[in-house]
């Protein structure tokens, strides 16, 4: 039971209960006047999260830093001014699927999802690039131009996507990697629901560092697991004859108290030969994993009533009941004493007093493919091994099924060979849901003497889209399972704007009909509304639909969730045919009225006409 304190509230740990809901990265422990531990906050950390310079001050503390930290959580902070531009050519089903694949850095990408899938995803599951001294890592720099950044790095890949290599020179250093990684999770947290989860794929490598930065952008008490699984058999190549065959999945909600959904309760080993009233039962043990000198009061001889034979305690394994609790379950007729020898007596677990029909989900998965799964799923999509390191899909569709629901998001950052969205697809095929996947993947160049090369896929983005093609086509074949196949493609690129749009005190004097001109040229009015629906904060897949009105371009999104017209000239006349959709939010450009008198007349028209639609203009 608690004790009252019978003093007023602590405010100062109530203040900071609040700041760890919004920034559990600055909890850190310190000692109280007693010389206890206590939780408290990281006041430079703090500063570094409240602020778009970098913070200085150091002082002693428990933590993980390296080189890089700050500016990991600055670099997660500061907005861009990139879009996200449709590429209908690529998408399967468009006008109807809630499917989302999206090439680009994920870093820049997870930004711009940040208003349209607040706290909306349900679970996110990423296998990133391993740190094992060769791979690929994100190096991010938003402050400099990207000229600047081109000539300090000087490693891009043929698309002109920021790339550079943690080479053997580099060893296997860990800052480049934990950077990379702190600010795309730190941003991620943002994204998923309040009881969503995040899987992480990880090897040795990184695993304890990878827990570290969990624990302060999840915070420790939302550690669910640390899952171990076999990722091949074991190799005769061993240098040091120990076979590394297993990696991790760590685990974390959002909040504390994720629950899984468990697995089905095996109950065949329930049965009442002796007729029992009190129904079927199982055996379970009666002993506990402590010792005699832990828990001398549970060391004794246990004596048959029946036989009076006595079954001596285990020094080293005790009695899990006290002799009281112990002869009160021999009077309810609970301990099943054996017919052979050499075996211990054995508790009986009925059936009628299990709280879940189901057990809960063990940590080491046994029961999922090795690596050799994943190779050999794409092999029979493709017919040859184009991706060598995919994780099995039996692995991600098990960790996706035990936390999600029917009409859930899922979100994976790392998409590679977008294994995470063929297991939508089969869980979806397999109880009729409508789960929504969102992949997100940088265009890199594949090796031009790969097996992809022949099949014509230049980079990983191709891979990925194809075998999302190729496996929705062999499941529906196999299943005929009604649901969504489709996905939406979009990629990632500079504003739709000039940079006179953001910096128009840095140009100098210029006419009106240069301001005016603020949009690119070569940009669609559809690339325009897409960056719209993201700073209004709506969802990619929403329904959009395009109609000529008075020779205008009319946009609209989800209905009159949004109602845009970027065209020239809009007149009176078309803005009340609008109005009668009563539009949530209407967007025009600068340029749509012809002077500031026109503009107010449409404002007291919607004023009048539609009176709770907000009016925006680019």
């Not at 449709?86 to 090439?103: A, F, G, L, M």
């Not at 002109?160 to 991620?188: A, E, Q, V």
């Not at 097996?451 to 196999?478: F, H, M, Y």
């Not at 006349?573 to 340029?591: A, C, E, G, H, Y």
Request: overall charge negative.
């Amino acid at each position: 039971m608690n004790k009252l304190t019978m003093k007023s509230a602590d405010l100062t740990q109530v203040n900071i209960d609040k700041i760890a809901e919004l920034f559990p990265n600055v909890i850190t422990e310190a000692r109280d006047e007693h010389g206890k531990i206590k939780r408290a906050v990281d006041f430079d950390l703090l500063k570094q999260e409240l602020s778009d310079i970098h913070v200085e001050g150091e002082k002693e503390r428990y933590q993980l830093t390296w080189p890089g930290k700050k500016e990991a959580i600055l670099t997660a902070n500061l907005p861009i001014d990139k879009t996200l531009r449709p590429v209908k050519e690529d998408s399967i089903d468009w006008e109807s699927t809630q499917n989302i694949y999206i090439e680009g850095d994920n870093l820049e990408v997870l930004k711009l999802l940040q208003e349209s899938y607040l706290n909306k995803v349900k679970c996110i599951y990423i296998d990133p690039p391993y740190n094992t001294g060769n791979d690929f890592v994100y190096k991010d720099n938003f402050n400099e131009s990207t000229d600047e950044y081109l000539a300090n790095s000087g490693q891009i890949d043929e698309s002109g996507y920021r790339l550079i290599s943690n080479p053997t020179s580099n060893g296997r250093f860990h800052s480049d990697w934990l950077t990379m990684m702190y600010s795309r999770l730190k941003i991620s947290r943002s994204l998923l629901k309040e009881d969503g989860v995040i899987f992480i794929s990880i090897d040795d490598n990184e695993l304890y560092n990878m827990k570290k930065i969990c624990d302060e952008i999840f915070g420790k008490e939302s550690f669910v697991g640390c899952f171990v699984w076999k990722r091949r058999a074991s190799s005769a190549l061993a240098s040091n004859l120990v076979s590394t065959d297993h990696e991790y999945v760590l685990s974390y909600g959002k909040n504390s108290g994720i629950v899984f959904k468990g697995k089905e309760k095996n109950y065949t080993t329930y049965k009442n030969p002796d007729y029992d009233p009190r129904g079927p039962w199982t055996l379970g043990d009666l002993t506990v994993g402590m010792t005699k000198d832990q828990r001398p009061n549970q060391f004794y001889d246990l004596i048959d009533p029946e036989t009076g034979k006595a079954y001596k305690a285990n020094p080293n394994r005790v009695w899990a009941f006290i002799p009281e609790s112990m002869n009160k379950l021999l009077a309810e007729n609970r301990v099943v004493f054996p017919k052979d020898i050499n075996k211990r007596p054995m508790l009986k677990r009925f059936m009628s007093e299990l709280k879940r029909d189901v057990d809960p989900v063990s940590t080491l998965l046994s029961d999922v493919g090795m690596n050799s799964e994943g190779t050999k799923v794409i092999k029979d999509h493709f017919d040859i091994p184009i991706f060598n390191y995919s994780k099995p899909l039996s692995l991600v569709e098990q960790l996706i099924e035990q936390v999600t629901d029917s009409h859930d998001i899922i979100l994976d950052f790392f998409s590679g060979s977008a294994t995470t969205a063929e297991a939508v697809l089969k869980l979806n095929s397999k109880d009729n849901s409508t789960r929504n996947f969102i992949m997100i993947q940088i265009p890199e160049a594949i090796n031009d003497s790969a097996e992809a090369q022949t099949l014509s896929l230049s980079n990983i983005c191709e891979i990925g889209k194809e075998r999302i093609r190729r496996a929705a086509k062999k499941i529906k074949d196999e299943t005929g399972a009604d649901i969504d196949y489709g996905f939406r493609v979009y990629r990632l690129d500079s504003s739709n704007m000039k940079d006179v749009y953001y910096t128009p005190d840095r140009l100098g004097q210029m006419n009106l009909d240069d301001v005016a001109l603020n949009i690119k040229e070569e940009r669609s009015g559809e690339d325009l509304l897409i960056q719209v629906m993201l700073e209004c904060g709506l969802e990619l897949s929403l329904p959009i639909e395009s109609k000529e009105i008075e020779g205008k371009t009319i946009h609209c999104v989800a209905g009159n969730s949004l109602i845009a017209c970027f065209d020239v000239e809009v007149s009176e006349s078309l803005i009340k045919k609008i109005t009668k959709d009563q539009p949530l939010r209407v967007v025009f450009r600068d340029s749509s009225f012809q002077d500031d008198s026109a503009r107010i007349n449409v404002e007291e028209l919607f004023r009048l006409l539609s009176p709770s639609t907000e009016i925006q203009v680019l």
